[in-house]
């Protein structure tokens, strides 16, 4: 669940907000597939990488999460379980949460 909400995040942002400015990122929105092609976009249009304006260091960690989602999904489809320690769950989906915020908090569009 936790990847499919960042998924519908990203494409929400692209279509909803930076559109406004480019008209691109509203056709990214609609035709891009995968979560690592709509990060990037996202990315670009944000100016950096999830948290990066945030020197502390958890929010490393929270992006680390959050960028590692594709990889635990597929892990998760293809091969029954994930290689996240016991409890990390809440972790991710707390993680998750946090970049929907940081996504949709003004800044550079």
């Not at 669940?1 to 692209?14: G, T």
């Not at 990037?40 to 260091?57: Q, W």
Request: net charge negative.
């Amino acid at each position: 669940m936790a990847c499919a909400a960042w998924e519908i995040a990203l494409r929400e942002y692209l279509r909803s907000v930076t559109a406004k400015n480019n008209e691109g990122y509203k056709r990214a929105s609609e035709t891009l597939h995968g979560i690592p092609k709509l990060y990037n976009r996202v990315r670009i249009a944000k100016g950096g990488p999830l948290f990066y304006e945030d020197p502390d260091a958890s929010r490393e960690s929270e992006r680390d999460l959050v960028e590692r989602l594709p990889n635990l999904r597929n892990q998760l489809l293809h091969e029954g379980a994930t290689d996240l320690p016991e409890g990390s769950a809440e972790t991710l989906s707390s993680a998750v949460l946090d970049a929907i915020d940081w996504l949709f908090r003004k800044g550079p569009t």
